[in-house]
């Protein structure tokens, strides 16, 4: 099993960046498609960016697009979501998430091991 912690999180303005960190311990993740989830109070949990075992396909929700980047250092164990231009809407508990065998989704149903989450806060 894996086991994956974020960090990065935190109280920043509109029109800021912040880049989270999920690092994974336990069985090697190497091979998993890794991605990133948000949930806002009172909302259902949405898919944010996703990416391949070795970093060539990402994919990112519209919402995100062109403001995102996923990444991963397979070496370091890490997965990382440089998040840029940040806005109110962005406000939000952030998951790291894997699937097994580099499988693609966008559904949280499809996720196979998540990460306890990081608070990101966008004040306006």
């Known amino acids: 099993q894996v086991q994956l912690v974020e960090s990065g999180g935190g109280l920043v303005q509109a029109g800021d960046s912040l880049r989270l960190s999920c690092a994974a311990s336990g069985r090697a993740f190497s091979g998993d498609r890794m991605g990133w989830f948000r949930q806002a109070t009172g909302k259902e949990r949405e898919f944010v960016a996703s990416?391949?075992?070795?970093?060539?396909?990402?994919y990112y929700a519209d919402s995100v697009k062109g403001r995102f980047t996923i990444s991963r250092d397979n070496d370091k164990t890490t997965v990382y979501l440089q998040m840029n231009s940040l806005r109110p809407a962005d406000t939000a508990v952030y998951y790291c998430?894997?699937?097994?065998?580099?499988?693609?989704?966008?559904?949280?149903?499809?996720?196979?091991?998540w990460g306890k989450g990081t608070l990101v806060t966008v004040s306006s």
């Open positions: 998430a894997g699937r097994l065998g580099d499988a693609f989704f966008t559904s949280p149903r499809n996720v196979d091991y």
């Open positions: 990416i391949g075992w070795n970093g060539g396909s990402t």
